[in-house]
């Protein structure tokens, strides 16, 4: 039984020596641990594992540089030690007499943190994308040892990692100064999306477990493809065109409408596909069609891509192509379906004579617009900001074009980069015959309107403010003239005058709290108010173009009220050719007063409603107060459209007779009595009858029905399982037992 089982053990090794001959051999690296050399300086990145040596075995490590670490202990040296513990990059050393001071021969340890970046290069320049069969070039900046073992991770875009190269070349247990440089052969790699880092192998970099940035790198075809930003545009967009090809070639950029196609970037002209044959390379870099204009020859960045920019002058269908200048049937094309330029016009199709017109607009495309007016240049090269303008036309008294002074029609029109057939700016001021516009509206002028209201139809001489607000389309002002029953001895306005009040121009409103404020010295009876406004031609009556005020100063104080009105119809909006607004209102200036209504008498402890009308104007303070046998509480109110009304508390009130008074705080009162009585006895609650309950009928009882016996069932008597697994392993037991014992036996 030994010799059987010796034989097997020599039989594993036999085996395990097989594999062994057959496992690769490891390129060298730096080893699973920096070796720090007693006495010297030595250079630590962070990460690393240190074997110290000899005397400095045990011994603390304190840093020195910077100050955040000066004198601080780290840990003690050991021959496994891990430098993640240097959380600082700086200066270290092995304090070996312990004195906290570095002193000559002690081991000095410069700490750095970790550089490990990668980049890919083709011909010296960063690259993100290449064509299939391009040699990168690998660069490695990082502060580990050169000798440091690492492997170069390169995923396809199926996620396969690679083990070599186009050419074979492994990229595994590489050093790392073969890595920095090593040519990177994409032949018959797969096109898509790669991802390339390095990583050591911590067991042959010091110990050190690191992993470089990412890079992502696509590879196309050896091919050339076109894309558009937009592959419907309107006349005058500007398209982006995107080129991808290979890196660093030479391309030539051609179309079938050479006269509409334009290249925005440096206005290089554009060559007729159809005549691509012709062209030739001149020594300046640039190709000649037919001997005429040179055509700039454009090539792609180290990363095969190219961009231009190209608009198009008429709404037509262009084709674009690309080719590669060094192989003609390398190319591609896209076709543009050019569509007119789209420009909307926004703006209020009636407006009031005198006020401006608001023109706004958009536009898909262009920087400049021109408007016109009645075929009249109006604004010429205002811009388009973010596919949006704006401009203000002024209307009315004033305006620069004869249909913008009156009532009716007016036509307006916009060019978006208004140029002729060479590109070149238009300057006439006249719109052409033969010339397009982008859109154009129809406005209508028409005369403005004025309302008015006051804010109180009833006045009392208790210092009360008169005020008027409305509405006045198209006037900067109005005049507002107030005058009583006497006329011109009653003008309340201005020292005898107009007052003049602003229109806001924004909503054509306006408004003035304090026209005029009464005393008691202001005549009662019925008042007049006239507003009036300039109209369209912007003159009072037919040729009135002072103010009111300076017209008729004096003019008007020993009238009587008809004769007032009379004058100002006819020489305003009466007078022949007058087009003025005005408004005519009449209000009443009454002594104040206040009345109670009749009061309903009560009983104590019920509500006592008390409550009057007057001609005070709203928000009047009324003072409510009661008197009589018992002191009760009175109230303030205020006058809301010249009622007014209190409640008074009459809990507890004496039986009597009681006096209400309201005064309005101005001597204005009246007085009015009320009876309070005394509460009403109670009521006592009846208790309730006790109802005899109605005979009920015994009802006979219904037999209830004999239930059938039920028949008691007999238990069923259990299967007995069938032996299973478990008497089986039993069985089996027992038999192993019994066989170890035979052989005992034996």
């Known amino acids: ?50 074997a110290f040596q000899g005397t400095d075995i045990g011994d603390s490590i304190v840093g020195k540089a910077p100050d955040t670490v000066e004198g601080v202990v780290i840990g003690s040296a050991t021959d496994n030690f891990d430098s993640k513990l240097f959380t600082t990059p700086g200066t270290y050393y092995v304090d070996s007499d312990g004195d906290s001071f570095q002193d000559a021969g002690e081991t000095t340890l410069s700490v750095a943190a970790l550089t490990f970046t990668v980049s890919l290069k083709l011909q010296g320049d960063t690259v993100t994308s290449t064509t299939e069969g391009e040699i990168l070039d690998i660069a490695v900046t990082t502060n580990i040892p050169d000798g440091a073992q690492a492997d170069i991770k390169l995923t396809e875009p199926d996620g396969y990692t690679r083990k070599s190269d186009g050419a074979g070349d492994a990229i595994e247990d590489l050093e790392l100064g073969v890595i920095d440089g090593f040519t990177l052969d994409t032949t018959d790699f797969d096109t898509g999306e790669f991802e390339l880092y390095i990583k050591t192998d911590k067991a042959q970099a010091d110990g050190l477990e690191a992993s470089s940035n990412t890079v992502t790198f696509t590879i196309y075809k050896r091919d050339i493809t076109l894309t558009a930003s937009n592959e419907e545009p309107n006349v005058g967009q500007e398209i982006k065109f995107t080129v991808q090809g290979p890196p660093k070639e030479d391309i030539i950029i051609l179309t079938d409408k050479p006269d509409v196609a334009v290249m ?56 674009v192509e690309v080719q590669l200048e060094a192989d003609e049937d390398t190319k591609d094309d896209i076709d543009i379906d050019v569509s007119e330029r789209d420009v909307e016009l926004i703006v209020d199709r009636t407006v009031i004579l005198g006020k401006d017109i608001e023109l706004e607009g958009t536009s898909s495309t262009g ?49 978006v980069d208004r140029v002729d057939e060479d590109g070149d700016r238009i300057d006439d001021q006249d719109l052409g015959d033969d010339e397009d516009t982008d859109a154009s509206i129809v406005i209508r002028l028409v005369s403005g309107d004025l309302t008015a209201e006051q804010d109180d139809d009833v006045l009392t ?50 408004e003035e709290d304090e026209v005029f404020t009464t005393n008691t010295d202001t005549d009662t009876g019925t008042y007049t108010t006239v507003v009036v406004a300039k109209g369209d031609d912007g003159v009072f009556g037919k040729d009135i173009d002072d103010d009111l005020s300076d017209y008729y100063d004096g003019e008007l104080g020993g009238k009587t009220a008809d004769q007032i009105l009379d004058i100002l119809a006819s020489d305003l909006w009466d007078a022949a050719g007058s087009d003025d607004l005005y408004a005519i209102m009449q209000f009443r200036v009454q002594s104040a007063w206040i009345m109670l209504d009749e009061i309903a008498d009560v009983a104590e402890g019920e509500p006592l409603n008390v409550t009057g009308t007057t001609n005070r104007a709203d928000d009047t303070s009324i003072l409510v107060s009661i008197d009589g046998p018992s002191v009760l509480a009175g109230d303030v109110t205020e006058v809301e459209d010249g009622t007014f009304a209190v409640t008074i508390d009459t809990e507890g009130a004496a039986e009597g007779t009681y006096t209400i008074t309201a005064d309005d705080g101005d001597g204005n009162t009246d007085a009015a009595t009320v009876r309070i009585g005394a509460a009403a006895p109670a009521t006592p609650t009846p208790a309730p009858a006790t109802p005899t309950p109605a005979p009920t009928a015994t009802p006979v009882p219904t037999p209830a029905p004999t239930a059938a016996p039920t028949a008691t069932p007999t238990p069923a008597t259990p299967t007995p399982e069938e032996p299973g697994f478990e008497a089986l392993f039993a069985i089996a037991g027992l038999l192993a037992i019994a066989f170890l014992v035979l052989r005992i036996r034996k």
């Open 367 to 415: 920087k400049e617009v021109d408007i016109f007016v009645e075929d009249v240049l109006f604004a010429d090269n205002e811009d388009i900001d973010d596919g949006e303008f704006d401009f203000d036309i002024k209307t009315g008294d004033g305006a620069e074009i004869t249909e913008l002074r009156r009532t009716g029609s007016v036509k307006i029109e916009v060019i």
């Open 1 to 50: 039984m030994k010799t059987k089982m010796i034989g097997i053990a020599m039989a594993l090794i036999m085996i395990a020596s097989i594999f062994a001959a057959f496992a690769p051999a490891a390129t060298a690296g730096t080893g699973d641990k920096n070796e720090i050399t007693v006495g010297t300086s030595n250079t630590v990145i962070i990460g690393q594992k240190l």
């Open 461 to 510: 001489t208790e210092d009360e403010d008169y005020g008027i607000s409305g509405k006045a389309a198209g006037a900067d002002e109005v005049a507002v003239l107030v005058f009583g029953p006497k006329g011109g001895s009653q003008i309340m306005t201005n020292d005898d005058t107009f007052e003049e009040i602003a229109v806001d121009e924004d909503d054509d409103t306006f």
């Open 264 to 319: 925005v970037d440096g206005k290089e002209k554009v060559p007729d596909v159809d005549d691509a044959d012709s062209l030739f390379r001149e020594a300046d870099g640039k190709y000649s069609q037919d001997g005429g204009a040179t055509v700039k020859v454009f090539t792609t960045n180290e990363n095969g891509a190219f961009t231009f920019v190209m608009k198009f002058d008429d709404d037509k269908k262009v084709n």
